[in-house]
Every structure is written in structure tokens, then in C-alpha cells.
């Protein structure tokens, strides 16, 4: 099943195997809900959130305009 994926794809079946390896650790890692900081980390991550929003034109569109859903 795997050597047929990965041909339909044009892809090594260990080129196939990475790449779906490294997707499921990126999903997983992003599922988690704690991570360490050192002081200089977290300061910047502060940082970051203390910051006022900005908007672009582009995103007050986005943000006003109907989803598909809704149209």
C-alpha cells in the first residue's frame, strides 16, 4: 500500500514515508499544550503579546467579508 501511495505521488517510498512521518510529528507537536521558555524566551513571548493588533487591508476583508459557508 505504501510503494503504491508513494508511485501515484512520483515519490520514493521512503521519500513518501518521511513525509507523512514529519507531517503527523508537526500535527502532534503543535497539539501540545505546554512547552518550556528561559527567561529571554518568555520575555520575547510577552513581548509579542503585549503588542497592538494591526490590520492590513487584506485582513479586514477577510475578517468582514461572508465565508463560502454563509454565502
Not at 500500500?1 to 510529528?25: C, F, I, P, Q, W
Not at 505546554?34 to 520575547?44: H, T
Not at 468582514?64 to 459557508?69: E, K, R
Amino acid at each position: 500500500m505504501l510503494r503504491r501511495a508513494a508511485e501515484v505521488r512520483g515519490e520514493s517510498t521512503n521519500d513518501y514515508v518521511l513525509r507523512n512521518a514529519v507531517g503527523a510529528a508537526q500535527s502532534d507537536l503543535a497539539d501540545l499544550r505546554s512547552f518550556v521558555a528561559n527567561e529571554d524566551e518568555w520575555r520575547e513571548i510577552e513581548s509579542a503579546l503585549s503588542r497592538p493588533v494591526t490590520f492590513n487591508a487584506a485582513m479586514v476583508k477577510l475578517l468582514t467579508s461572508p465565508s463560502v459557508l454563509e454565502r
